[in-house]
Structures are given as C-alpha cells and as structure tokens.
C-alpha cells in the first residue's frame, strides 16, 4: 500500500473518467459530469438526491474547501438532464404522497469509433 497526495488523487480519478489529468481536475465540471454518469450507471433508476450525495459525499473532502461542491454537481446534473444524457421519469408518489421522480440513464447518443468518426 502506498500513500498518495490529493493531487495524485485528482489525476488517477480524472484519467479514470478518460480525462485529461493536466488540463482537468475532480472538481471541474466534465469530471462532475462523468462522475455522475459512471454513478448513474450503477445507482439508476434512483432519486436525484441519491445521485447527487453519491457524488458529493465522494468529493467533499477531496476538493478545497471553498468549493461550492454540491452547487456544482447540482448544476451539472441539471445540464445533463437538459442535454438528455440523463431522464427524469415521475413515476407514482413518495410515501409522504408527494410526485416521486426517478433518474434513468439514457443510451449514448453517439458511439465514438476508432477512427475518431461519430456514428
């Protein structure tokens, strides 16, 4: 076991999410958005809440404290649900009888092939 500093803690999680580590870091906002897409794959169909704590409990204590983390992974989750990489579905009522509404993650709009072409 070795230990490792924060930052190379940023740089295994960024290139981990297929990231640039030298232009990018877990706080920027493509990592936040492939933080919640890995997320959603294993916790959907959930509540957007769920996914947005998976998230922020996860990088919390990794990025400065001044960071407005749960804003920002609120936000991105917005966007994406805006871009339809992400779908929010109400389906019935939470048991306290309000609108209960599950994410689900979408299919890939796009494949990217080896030759770098989008089909």
Avoid: N, W
Wanted: glycine share 8%; net charge negative; charged share 25%.
């Amino acid at each position: 076991m070795k230990q490792i500093t924060r930052s190379e803690l940023h740089e295994l999680g960024t290139s981990a999410l297929g990231l640039d580590p030298g232009a990018l870091d877990l706080a920027s906002i493509e990592a936040i958005a492939g933080s919640l897409r890995r997320a959603a794959s294993f916790l959907c169909p959930c509540e957007t809440r769920v996914l947005i704590d998976a998230i922020v409990d996860s990088l919390e204590i990794l990025v400065d404290p001044s960071t407005p983390v749960r804003e920002l992974v609120e936000d991105t989750l917005a966007a994406m649900v805006g871009y339809g990489d992400l779908i929010e579905v109400r389906e019935g009522e939470s048991p306290r009888g309000y609108p209960r509404t599950l994410l689900y993650a979408a299919p890939p709009t796009f494949v990217l092939r080896r030759d770098g072409q989008r089909s």
